[in-house]
């Protein structure tokens, strides 16, 4: 069994300072994990995955996340929040099956 | 560009209406999804498939049927709807592959009211 816990469900910043979005998992075997990013009404987009090559990944809008094996975490990080950056986040993780486990959500709100 | 079309971005429909949710993909994947989200209760798997002609189910089936006819459509089938049905619907796809690391990917949506 896998699953996966957005330590966070709502993060505020400041435009202009650093986002930090937390999630660990649990898994019984080395993971696939993703990030999603989804704006309001709208679908889930890939942000960025790691599959067990480079443990710090980098994605789109300047986003990168690093995988820990050691803490079973893989935490988001920008380092300039963007208005633009506001939506919820979902850490996910996948399994042989191509199955998501998804986090619970975290929404991010980014203050002027 | 990975592109994942749903029919409809908003729909409303009745009480006992049958009602199709359709989703097109353009990048020949294998797998097909469909996902409702809750507030509160994240996305949940409704039904999935592998194949043409294939379909598995999620974690609450019950209410919907699905129909993949071409590997590129993935039809979602509410028989009688019901106003617990009231949700938003995600479609998406990937490829197919046994190492897992395959992401998928989403549509749009469709809000979907039943009165």
């Known amino acids: 069994a896998q699953s996966v816990t957005q330590l966070d469900s709502h993060v505020s910043v400041s435009e202009g300072t650093p986002v930090l979005l937390r999630c660990n998992y649990s898994s019984s075997y080395s993971p696939s994990l993703f990030w999603y990013v989804q704006h309001p009404n709208k679908g889930l987009q890939l942000l960025l995955k790691y599959t067990s090559a480079a443990t710090l990944v980098k994605g789109i809008n300047g986003f990168e996340a690093e995988f820990k094996k050691s803490e079973t975490s893989f935490h988001l990080t920008k380092p300039s929040a963007h208005m633009s950056d506001a939506a919820e986040y979902f850490c996910?993780?996948?399994?042989?099956?191509?199955?998501?486990?998804f986090g619970g959500g975290t929404r991010l709100m980014v203050k002027p | 560009d990975v592109k994942v079309t749903q029919s409809s971005r908003y729909l409303v429909k009745r009480t006992g209406e049958k009602v199709f949710l359709e989703c097109v993909q353009d990048?020949?994947?294998?797998?097909m999804f469909w996902y409702r989200q809750d507030p509160g209760l994240g996305l949940r798997l409704i039904y999935f498939s592998y194949d043409v002609k294939m379909k598995e189910k999620g974690d609450i089936p019950e209410g919907y049927s699905v129909s993949r006819e071409k590997k590129e459509r993935f039809s979602l089938i509410l028989e009688s709807a019901s106003t617990n049905q009231t949700s938003m619907y995600l479609c998406?796809?990937?490829?197919?592959?046994?190492?897992?690391?395959?992401?998928?990917?989403f549509g749009d949506g469709t809000r979907l009211s039943i009165l």
């Open positions: 998406a796809s990937s490829f197919q592959a046994w190492t897992g690391d395959q992401p998928q990917h």
């Open positions: 996910v993780v996948t399994n042989a099956g191509n199955m998501l486990t």
């Open positions: 990048m020949d994947h294998e797998n």
